[in-house]
């Protein structure tokens, strides 16, 4: 999975689990989705990083 696929797939799925936990009349369930939210929308967050090409100049021989 290429990098921009990987962040519009985590994307989708904090969406999809933010959308389940305001459906959620249980409270440990509707935490359960937000905390899987969470950590969805940390992986869009860190994505662009991991993707992004040195910037040191330095060329691999």
């Known amino acids: ?3 921009r696929s990987e962040t ?4 989708q ?6 959308a389940r936990a305001d459906r959620c009349s249980d ?3 509707r ?3 937000l905390g899987m939210a969470k ?4 992986r869009v967050e860190v ?3 991991v993707a992004a090409p040195p910037t040191s ?3 691999a021989s």
């Open 13 to 18: 799925r904090e969406r999809q689990e933010l």
């Open 39 to 42: 950590r969805y929308h940390a």
């Open 31 to 33: 935490l359960a989705h």
């Open 8 to 11: 519009d797939y985590f994307a």
């Open 57 to 59: 100049g330095s060329s």
């Open 47 to 49: 994505a662009p990083m």
């Open 1 to 3: 999975m290429s990098s």
């Open 27 to 29: 409270i440990a369930a």
